[in-house]
């Protein structure tokens, strides 16, 4: 069961991401907005989460002193929605905003490995250190959504007001979660692939990099730049959803590999972006993301981020020629995605003895199998290239048995 937040103020601008992942009649939920929506909207499409008003504030005694009316609101859908009484066969609550992109799929899988009859409180605190000092390193941040079994649900909603109560002087609607379900003897069990994305600017680097584990949400679409070169946030999010609705278990799934005659190093982020560099480099160097993006926090010194990255280089030994994801096909035994290179690199390049330049590449296609990633499963990939042809091609396996990527 969804339970998303939006505002009929903000709604015309965000309308798009919920759309590009929500599925009519298969995906359960509802959206609460503050106060009716303006009538271009109205009636209210089929193929959105069902419209929710939510309550009055003002009959809640406590509701002179809250410090932050906007947020208890929010926090109050879940108890609003539970009271719809539309749970028969609902094990989960996910909590999302209306600039929260999800990808069900992904969900759907990593909620499996838990046991829904007892109390879960799952999802990921912020990539900016600044961010968790600030509320807690404790708490799940919302716009990347969190994940509720149903028994914390049920033993929440009978406490949540009277927890609103107590915590009257919290700001952050998360933060104010948090205190709530460590009261009811709960604590967060992270998973990374909530992406709270608190973060400004190109995440390019980021995303090419996302960790070892099912991608189940991106946020904060307005502070970053459009996902690809040349297109607007709207279409780069329906863009990078074409992959996804093909196979969610690989999305920015990193696979490194190597040709070794042209000392040459490829790196996939499945359904996204493929790096090229001119030089052999592990996958302990290639994890990190490449600092391409600023930190939610501006002049806010090092340390900043939850995880460590690598610095952008005009080094072209070091820096990578970039191709973006472009369009998948679907074959007999398994998926082929295309990724064209958007901007020449402009740089001479790498001097490294053997090493050849990758400049002649325009294109790279990516074929991966049929049957689907495990969650916590790293692919190994070949690597193809005449020295010819303007076009490379991967391919993603299974590592071999004590296989070295490096």
């Known amino acids: 069961m969804f339970v998303l937040v939006g505002s009929s103020r903000t709604w015309r601008d965000r309308?798009?991401?919920?759309?590009?992942?929500?599925?009519?009649?298969?995906?359960?939920?509802?959206?609460?907005?503050?106060?009716?929506?303006?009538e271009e909207f109205q009636p209210w499409s089929p193929a959105l989460p069902p419209l929710k008003i939510n309550?009055?504030?003002?009959?809640?005694?406590?509701?002179?002193?809250?410090?932050?009316?906007?947020?208890?609101?929010?926090?109050?859908?879940?108890?609003?929605?539970?009271?719809?009484?539309?749970?028969?066969?609902?094990?989960?609550?996910?909590?999302?905003?209306?600039?929260?992109?999800?990808?069900?799929?992904?969900?759907?899988?990593?909620?499996?490995?838990?046991?829904?009859?007892?109390?879960?409180?799952?999802?990921?605190?912020?990539?900016?250190?600044?961010?968790?000092?600030?509320?807690?390193?404790?708490?799940?941040?919302?716009?990347g959504g969190y994940a509720l079994s149903y028994p914390l649900v049920e033993a929440l909603v009978e406490v949540?007001?009277?927890?609103?109560?107590?915590?009257?002087?919290?700001?952050?609607?998360?933060?104010?979660?948090?205190?709530?379900?460590?009261?009811l003897g709960v604590d967060l069990t992270?998973?990374?692939?909530?992406?709270?994305?608190?973060?400004?600017?190109?995440?390019?680097?980021?995303?090419?990099?996302?960790?070892?584990?099912?991608?189940?949400?991106l946020h904060h679409f307005e502070t970053v730049t459009p996902?690809?070169?040349?297109?607007?946030?709207?279409?780069?999010?329906?863009?990078?959803?074409?992959?996804?609705?093909?196979?969610q278990s690989r999305m920015l799934q990193q696979s490194i590999c190597h040709v070794r005659a042209s000392n040459w190093t490829f790196s996939v982020s499945w359904g996204y972006s493929v790096h090229i560099y001119e030089k052999i480099f592990p996958r302990s160097h290639l994890k990190l993301p490449i600092e391409t993006f600023r930190p939610w926090w501006h002049g806010e010194l090092p340390p900043r981020?939850?995880?460590?990255?690598?610095?952008?280089?005009?080094?072209?030994?070091?820096?990578?020629?970039?191709?973006?994801?472009?369009?998948?096909?679907?074959?007999?035994?398994?998926v082929v995605t295309s990724y064209t290179r958007k901007f020449i690199r402009n740089m001479t390049p790498c001097s490294f003895s053997g090493n050849i330049s990758a400049d002649p590449i325009a294109s790279i296609r990516v074929f991966s199998p049929k049957t689907s990633k495990p969650g916590r499963k790293v692919e190994c990939c070949d690597a193809e290239y005449d020295g010819t042809a303007n076009v490379a091609y991967m391919r993603l396996r299974d590592c071999r048995r004590?296989?070295?990527?490096a």
């Not at 999800?102 to 490995?113: C, G, M």
């Not at 107590?166 to 460590?182: E, F, G, M, N, T």
């Not at 996902?227 to 196979?247: Q, T």
């Not at 981020?305 to 398994?334: I, L």
């Open 15 to 38: 309308k798009v991401y919920l759309e590009s992942w929500w599925r009519p009649n298969v995906t359960r939920g509802n959206i609460f907005f503050d106060v009716e929506p303006s």
């Open 55 to 143: 309550e009055d504030l003002k009959k809640l005694k406590i509701y002179p002193k809250l410090k932050n009316r906007n947020h208890t609101r929010i926090y109050r859908s879940i108890l609003e929605n539970y009271r719809l009484k539309q749970d028969e066969n609902v094990r989960w609550y996910v909590t999302g905003d209306d600039d929260s992109l999800f990808f069900v799929d992904n969900l759907v899988d990593v909620l499996s490995k838990y046991d829904h009859t007892e109390k879960h409180y799952i999802g990921m605190f912020s990539e900016t250190i600044k961010s968790n000092y600030h509320f807690s390193f404790d708490m799940a941040f919302g716009g």
């Open 160 to 183: 949540l007001d009277d927890c609103i109560e107590k915590y009257h002087y919290i700001w952050a609607v998360d933060h104010l979660q948090s205190l709530c379900l460590a009261d």
């Open 190 to 217: 992270l998973h990374k692939g909530f992406h709270q994305v608190d973060l400004y600017g190109d995440i390019s680097g980021l995303l090419s990099s996302q960790p070892t584990a099912p991608l189940v949400s």
């Open 227 to 247: 996902f690809f070169p040349g297109m607007d946030r709207p279409v780069s999010v329906n863009h990078i959803m074409k992959a996804a609705n093909v196979d």
């Open 305 to 334: 981020y939850m995880f460590n990255t690598r610095p952008v280089s005009r080094n072209p030994c070091k820096a990578p020629h970039w191709f973006f994801f472009d369009s998948v096909e679907q074959e007999k035994d398994g």
């Open 402 to 405: 004590h296989e070295i990527i």
